[in-house]
């Protein structure tokens, strides 16, 4: 099988987010591709949401068998390198091919990550773009339809009282209002 690995902090997953593993299925010819949302992240501060609202928000979105969600990371107390993800899931499928599904502005500074090798030695890296961002070898650069859209701007969008509903699947909408989130 070829599986694809997407991580991030999904706090909300949003249409992009959607469009890029469609995109990645579908170019790569990926059977499956696993949500890996972030847990202990090096970078970055946590999340708005909690570790289980946004597994149920990833398993809300998903519109076909082929996508999953996998709570790896929200269980390790370790902090959360991808070179440790990756490495994860070659073990877990040693005879199937693992791709890594990057967005373009954090594959910019990959060489700047904990042990880049690793991820690139267990994994074919996926880059999707963003406008105008060259994507150069090793990596393999998605030809994704732009969606400009990110999750900060939905937590904003939402706390302001402002309609999001073309940005996010009905099921996701319905259960951040139900649950109060980003207010």
């Not at 937590?155 to 302001?160: D, P, T, V, Y």
Request: aromatic letters at 10%; proline letters at 5%.
């Amino acid at each position: 099988m070829r599986i694809g690995l997407y991580g991030g902090s999904f706090d909300p997953v949003h249409i992009g987010h959607m469009a890029v593993a469609r995109c990645a299925r579908e170019q790569c010819g990926l059977d499956k591709v696993i949500f890996i949302p972030t847990g202990n992240m090096p970078h970055k501060k946590g999340t708005v949401a909690t570790d289980e609202q946004r597994v149920r928000m990833l398993e809300l979105s998903f519109d076909c068998d082929a996508f999953s969600v996998s709570d790896y990371e929200i269980n390790r107390e370790e902090i959360s390198y991808s070179a440790d993800t990756v490495e994860h899931f070659k073990g877990v499928f040693p005879n199937d091919e693992i791709f890594f599904i990057i967005g373009g502005d954090s594959y910019a500074y990959i060489d700047k990550w904990y042990q880049p090798e690793r991820i690139f030695s267990s994994s074919t890296v996926l880059v999707y773009p963003r406008e105008g961002e060259k994507i150069l070898p090793p990596a393999v650069g998605l030809k994704v339809e732009p969606v400009r859209v990110s999750s900060s701007e939905i937590r904003k969008k939402i706390n302001s009282g402002e309609n999001v509903a073309n940005l996010l699947k009905k099921e996701v909408l319905d259960y951040i209002i139900e649950n109060n989130l980003y207010q």
